[in-house]
């Protein structure tokens, strides 16, 4: 049953007696002059059934929250500083001697907010202010970029997820059932936890493991499929397949099942979080996990929208995520990012939902070293393309992919620049992808001062924004799951939004509702803003 705040003050209240003691500047002074208004025990009433016993109020939770994951707590730190903490009590409106609550209140309530109709009210709430406030709007730029999320769990091995897959797939079965998975079974250590007893050193002791492992995951997975069963069997009947069948093979020489060569396509790094994936931030650098993806309003570092992918997910593919607005006729988004979003399908995709986009064209490269495809002239209307000696060609062929333009082989063999072009026999051949005309646009509008004006103006705003998300334990993710890891992110991105509204002055008006303490223009001077028509009359057919 939902509980609510008693607006009455107390007698021993914090605020009022300690209040002067915490900094004027600081999230938990703000969060105490302002907090009430943010939120109310009604906004999450759809959480709670009419009957039972009264809930802690919600409304002090989502603030427990926000300070939360502010400071980058655990929940057993949370409760310590809401119990010890002067400036938390502050801050929440609580008395001196309040004891709390017991800390796995908040795993309950989070559980209730994510399965919610609206698991992103708090986010949105904060998103609401702004825009109330003027600090965000849908007419101007947004900065997109990602950053890694290491996954709460560990990378396991092929062997270790074959077995904790198995394992927890046969704790689910009932008596009669696993009896008949066991009997088909050629091992029986299922049950003990850690690397199985053999000896390692040996490549035949892991070459026996490996094929056992994969015929007992074949036997327990035929026995199943005679069987009608719940939908946790199935969906853990279907980890042990696709972790078995990702890495293991059939080696036919051997009548083996080995170790598969290579890495398979979107591989599952964990049984315990099968969302997180393996990719690389840079050639050097590789991790675990996801990927958090946001949208940035550059001249008030807000940030307008988040969106957690594995991490294996491009980020072109989840730009249009981060841009709610779009969905209203009225908007005017310019977006800018990094070559990530400056691919043809994104910038398609961009175009059609309709925003203008600022960002590098993926770089031109040549295997063999030769002249570039900006290096030529490519007339497509008239199906020709004219090389940098002069050599025109309308041998072109259609593909899936686009289409190919084939010089010459006499041309291109007396070619005085064959040395700085191609060594093939047959001439140089140029392929032209689907996406060629707006990439040589982009390419066009990047050489000039006004893309570096807007580009190198706005772009770096993300990264500071990005620095502040992931500060105080942010790069980690606390939770297993996406959907955990998304909520999490959120309610960080809710503080962060918050600690950046009041340092550009949020206050309540009263009747007026929210607005900015200083007067005139609200946003930060030295912004920059892009021309939206401008943009699109270069990137939108």
């Known amino acids: 049953m939902l509980g609510t705040m008693d607006p009455q003050i107390e ?85 001196l001697q309040d004891e709390g609550f017991h800390h796995t209140v908040l795993t309950y309530f989070r559980e209730r907010l994510r399965r919610s109709e609206r698991p992103k009210r708090i986010f949105e709430r904060f998103r609401e202010v702004a825009i109330e406030a003027g600090l965000l709007t849908k ?71 490996v094929d056992e492992l994969a015929r007992d995951a074949l ?152 002249f570039p495809k900006s290096d030529f002239k490519i007339d497509l209307s008239a199906a020709a393309a004219t090389c940098p000696a002069g050599v025109t060609t309308t041998h072109v062929s259609r593909h899936a992919d686009g289409q190919r333009f084939q010089f010459p082989a006499v041309a291109c063999a007396q070619c005085p620049l064959r040395g700085d072009c191609t060594s093939s026999a047959r001439g140089r051949t140029l392929h032209v992808g689907p996406y060629e005309a707006i990439l040589a646009q982009a390419r066009a509008f990047q050489r000039t001062e006004e893309f570096k004006v807007q580009y190198n103006g706005t772009r770096p705003t993300v990264e500071r924004v990005i620095s502040r998300l992931v500060r105080r334990g942010g790069r980690k993710a606390r939770h297993r799951g996406r959907l955990r890891v998304q909520h999490w992110l959120e309610l960080k991105a809710a503080a962060e939004n918050f600690a950046r509204m009041t340092t550009l002055g949020l206050i309540w008006t009263g009747p007026d509702g929210w607005g900015l303490a200083n007067t005139g223009d609200s946003r930060p001077a030295g912004t920059l803003f892009i021309a939206r028509s401008a943009i699109l009359a270069r990137y939108v057919a």
Request: charged share 25%; aromatic share 4%.
């Open 219 to 370: 036997a327990v997975l035929e026995v199943l499929a005679n069987l009608e069963v719940g939908p946790d069997i199935a969906s853990t009947a279907e980890m042990l397949a696709t972790v078995t069948g990702q890495d293991l093979e059939w080696d036919e020489p051997s009548g083996r099942f080995r170790i598969r060569r290579g890495v398979a396509r979107d591989r599952v790094i964990s049984t315990v979080d099968p969302e997180a994936r393996h990719s690389r931030k840079s050639s050097q650098g590789h991790f675990n996990g996801y990927k958090a993806h946001v949208a940035v309003d550059p001249e008030t570092e807000f940030i307008s929208e988040i969106h957690v992918a594995p991490a294996n997910v491009s980020d072109g593919a989840v730009a249009p995520d981060l841009l709610p607005e779009l969905a209203d006729e009225d908007s005017e988004i310019t977006v800018v990012g990094d070559t990530a979003y400056g691919t043809g399908p994104t910038r398609v995709a961009l175009g059609e939902s309709g925003a203008a986009v600022v960002a590098k064209a993926p770089p031109e490269h040549n295997s063999t070293g030769g």
């Open 139 to 209: 007419r101007g730029t947004r900065v997109l970029d990602s950053t890694p999320i290491l996954s709460a769990v560990q990378t396991e091995d092929t062997v270790s997820m074959v077995r904790s897959a198995m394992r927890r797939l046969l704790n689910l079965l009932d008596a009669e059932t696993r009896q008949q998975a066991e009997a088909v079974l050629k091992r029986n250590d299922y049950d003990q936890l850690g690397k199985p007893a053999i000896e390692w050193d040996d490549e035949a002791s892991r070459i026996s493991l």
């Open 11 to 95: 007698l021993f209240d914090a605020d009022e007696l300690c209040g002067h003691l915490v900094p004027a500047e600081s999230i938990h002074r703000k969060l105490a002059d302002l907090g009430d208004r943010l939120f109310s025990d009604a906004d999450f009433a759809d959480m709670y059934e009419a009957r039972g016993r009264h809930s802690v109020p919600p409304s002090l939770l989502a603030k427990v929250m926000l300070l939360q994951t502010f400071e980058g707590t655990s929940d057993r730190e949370t409760l310590h500083h809401v119990r010890c903490d002067l400036s938390w009590k502050v801050a929440l409106h609580l008395p």
